[in-house]
């Protein structure tokens, strides 16, 4: 292995430059973890844009510059960076016999001599995108860089994720490729790479298979110099009767929405509505929408465009008690404003998790299975909404019952917590752990209250 003081590891499938937050915290959370093992490593994100770019982050109150390497996913196919380009590249290296011809075709390539460098990849897949469940495109879009740098001999580590579900054949085995070739590979939840691995009897004997949390449960929060918000005056602490609703721009968009392109049982326009009449009906609760993808384009997954309709359909009738999150922010910046709630409601699972990091309860109103994989680990799946099989009311009396209990269940976070983020932190430092070697966290803090 290349000396650390010298290592130049590159980070594929999660960046700074995006409107989702979620993709932010993993990215975030990526550079503690490689910091952690590697502490003097240069950084660099391999990622898909117009032009390159740095991002500075403050690790451990030192600014740390991380450029940004960009490829494109084009039909511009002359571009000397463009995916289809790099990889025809990388498998001509690897039939001419000419190491001299070998580095002058590296040389002319500027994105390919950067890739070439790099002594360790790390691919995290935006969490949840190592999946044609958005559609084989999408699918492709973070496959083809881990197979651009497997293909050039690079060590490829997939971090914590979740695999699939595929319902193609053609994506299910290009993505037991990769994990066969990768290096490690870590699950955020306890199935789905085993689902992936073990389907026909496939195996992947070289391959070090391991169960981590989802590395946003390792970031921190920080403060923003100022919360633009609409509608409600925030207590500067916490307050138990603040709800976050993060409502996903992706399911309330209309033709989502009624094509029902999910598998929901009701419409999720409904639902929304359904849960702020029932959270208004408690005693003295207010309301904090809470976008965690942004994006001012119509017909974009935005959750703020889907914040701002709710809240002016219903900022009249809820004068003062319903507000709503405004400006663009950091992934920390928004887990500070998550922080102020005393409970919280989303259908963006990093939104979730950033409650749930804080030891605020947190229903997960899902509708995929990565949410149920995630809250396994945490040893809390009732938390989950799954409104794939759910109704309003079933939904509605889930956030009901879990708020009546938010309490106890942010005593038993705060037990929990210190151990899932340590173990985070420490995700490349220690020995990995089998996927069954780490106990759900609140089952052992209850089993030692019992005690």
Request: overall charge positive; some cysteine.
């Amino acid at each position: 292995m290349t000396n650390t003081f010298s290592m130049r590891i590159g980070i594929l499938g999660a960046t700074f430059e995006t409107p989702n937050l979620g993709v932010g915290a993993l990215a975030a959370g990526t550079i503690r973890c490689i910091r952690a093992r590697y502490p003097l490593a240069r950084l660099f994100f391999l990622d898909y844009a117009r032009q390159s770019s740095t991002h500075t982050v403050v690790e451990n109150g030192e600014p740390i510059a991380i450029p940004l390497v960009n490829i494109r996913f084009s039909k511009r196919f002359w571009l000397p960076n463009n995916i289809a380009v790099l990889l025809f590249s990388a498998l001509l290296l690897k039939v001419i016999p000419s190491a001299k011809l070998r580095r002058w075709l590296v040389a002319r390539n500027r994105s390919l001599h950067e890739i070439f460098q790099a002594d360790l990849f790390a691919a995290v897949s935006g969490g949840d995108s190592f999946s044609d469940l958005y559609g084989f495109s999408r699918f492709l879009y973070v496959a083809l860089p881990q197979i651009l740098v497997l293909l050039l001999g690079k060590p490829l580590i997939l971090l914590p994720q979740t695999y699939g579900p595929f319902r193609g054949r053609l994506a299910k085995t290009v993505a037991r490729q990769i994990v066969t070739r990768a290096e490690r590979a870590f699950c955020r939840d306890r199935h789905s790479l085993d689902q992936l691995m073990g389907a026909a009897n496939y195996s992947a004997p070289q391959t070090q298979q391991s169960f981590c949390y989802d590395m946003a449960f390792g970031i921190d929060s920080v403060a923003p110099r100022r919360l633009a918000v609409a509608g409600l005056m925030l207590a500067p602490q916490r307050d138990l009767n603040l709800v976050g609703l993060n409502i996903s721009g992706l399911l309330y968009r209309e033709d989502v929405a009624h094509a029902n392109a999910f598998g929901l049982c009701s419409n999720y326009r409904e639902l929304v509505s359904a849960i702020v009449r029932r959270l208004m009906a408690m005693e003295n609760t207010s309301v904090l929408l809470v976008p965690h993808v942004y994006g001012s384009e119509p017909g974009s997954e935005s959750d703020l465009i889907a914040s701002e309709q709710v809240f002016a359909a219903l900022r009249g009738r809820y004068a003062g008690r319903l507000g709503i999150l405004r400006g663009t922010y950091e992934p920390g910046e928004v887990r500070f404003a998550i922080g102020l709630c005393g409970f919280f409601i989303g259908s963006r699972m990093h939104a979730c998790i950033a409650a749930l990091s804080q030891n605020i309860p947190a229903v997960a109103v899902a509708y995929s299975s990565k949410f149920l994989g995630v809250m396994e680990t945490m040893g809390i799946p009732s938390l989950v909404a799954d409104a794939r099989k759910l109704d309003h009311g079933e939904i509605l009396s889930t956030i009901q019952s879990t708020f009546e209990n938010r309490q106890r269940i942010a005593q038993e976070l705060e037990l929990a917590m210190p151990a899932v983020r340590a173990t985070v932190h420490r995700l490349l430092v220690t020995p990995p752990a089998p996927t069954e070697a780490i106990s759900n966290p609140l089952q052992q803090t209850t089993a030692s209250a019992a005690r």
